[in-house]
């Protein structure tokens, strides 16, 4: 099965909106992890949603994988933080700059000059690579949140939300993996549908500690960052994709324009204490 490159397009941006969405309100609620009391089961159902949400874009993102290359997929990941820039606006009371939509804007035409030049890779995938993009940033993680016991904050979460967003990202590989098999047991016995579940697993939980100890505009940067270039690094080698000049400029303007907008303005997705609605949210 296979699809066009433009409905794929539209199912890779449709998959980050709803993650998007998910996250942030996740971020709205977040006093519900670790906490007791009235404050707790109020924000207690508005986490499970954004949980929930957060988890619907597989199907999303398969379908983009029918129509275009990994990296190109892992590249409009980039998108998310443009969607969850305007989620925060609607849901924690940020505002959002002219500078942020001018690069929302610079976003968009790179993801599309990147889904323009994408093409597929020859020969047999690099099951080694597959895996090592995974043992990686779960093993840097380890190490951080170890630190994290002895100093929270700063650049330690700043770091640990980038491992959890390179763990997000990662889900690309198994996921198009998995889409080359045939039959139940090759998903069941190969290693992929496993090590789809757990980054993202663990990715949910990795964060969490970040959005703890730091404030989203300095968390998102990392995340997102990683999120679109850890993937798209990853998956260029595990599959042996073509770049081009232009394809590379593109992925390097979209980190650029996700760094610009996560970090833009006042009001950075889910800056906490941004507005009267993030304050009260985020406790």
């Known amino acids: 099965?296979?699809?066009?490159?433009?409905?794929?397009?539209?199912?890779?941006?449709?998959?980050?909106?709803?993650?998007?969405?998910?996250?942030?309100?996740?971020k709205r609620h977040v006093a519900f992890v670790g906490?007791?009391?009235?404050?707790?089961?109020?924000?207690?159902g508005g986490w499970i949603l954004?949980?929930?949400?957060?988890?619907?874009?597989?199907?999303?993102t398969f379908l983009a994988l029918l129509g275009l290359p990994a990296n190109v997929v892992a590249a409009a990941n980039g998108s998310n933080v443009a969607f969850a820039t305007l989620f925060s606006a609607l849901l924690l009371g940020e505002r959002i700059s002219g500078r942020q939509i001018f690069f929302t804007i610079a976003l968009f035409s790179a993801l599309?000059?990147?889904?323009?030049?994408?093409?597929?890779?020859e020969g047999e995938p690099?099951?080694?690579?597959?895996?090592?993009?995974?043992?990686?940033?779960?093993?840097?993680?380890?190490?951080?949140?170890?630190?994290?016991?002895?100093?929270?904050?700063?650049?330690?979460?700043?770091?640990i939300g980038a491992t959890a967003g390179a763990l997000a990202g990662y889900m690309i590989l198994p996921l198009k993996l998995l889409g080359a098999a045939s039959g139940l047991a090759a998903w069941i016995f190969a290693p992929?549908?496993?090590?789809?579940?757990?980054?993202?697993?663990?990715?949910?939980?990795?964060?969490?500690?970040?959005?703890?100890?730091?404030?989203?505009?300095?968390?998102?940067?990392?995340?997102?960052?990683?999120?679109v270039l850890w993937p798209a690094l990853?998956?260029?080698?595990?599959?042996?994709?073509?770049?081009?000049?232009?394809?590379?400029?593109?992925?390097?303007?979209?980190?650029?324009?996700?760094?610009?907008?996560a970090g833009g303005g006042e009001g950075g997705p889910g800056l906490e204490g941004g507005g009267k609605?993030?304050?009260s949210a985020s406790g």
């Open 1 to 26: 099965m296979t699809l066009g490159p433009l409905p794929a397009f539209a199912a890779a941006l449709a998959g980050n909106a709803i993650l998007s969405l998910g996250m942030v309100l996740q």
């Open 35 to 44: 906490g007791r009391g009235p404050e707790s089961r109020r924000n207690r």
């Open 50 to 60: 954004g949980f929930l949400l957060s988890n619907l874009s597989p199907p999303f």
């Open 112 to 121: 599309g000059l990147a889904g323009l030049r994408g093409a597929e890779g």
């Open 126 to 159: 690099s099951r080694l690579v597959a895996i090592l993009a995974f043992a990686l940033p779960l093993l840097l993680a380890a190490v951080l949140l170890l630190a994290r016991r002895r100093r929270r904050g700063g650049a330690i979460a700043v770091a």
């Open 192 to 227: 992929w549908l496993w090590l789809y579940a757990l980054s993202g697993l663990f990715s949910v939980a990795i964060v969490q500690a970040a959005y703890k100890d730091a404030s989203m505009k300095r968390v998102a940067p990392a995340f997102y960052g990683l999120q």
């Open 234 to 261: 990853a998956s260029t080698l595990a599959f042996g994709l073509p770049l081009d000049p232009w394809q590379g400029l593109a992925f390097a303007g979209i980190a650029l324009c996700v760094l610009a907008i």
């Open 277 to 279: 609605r993030g304050r």
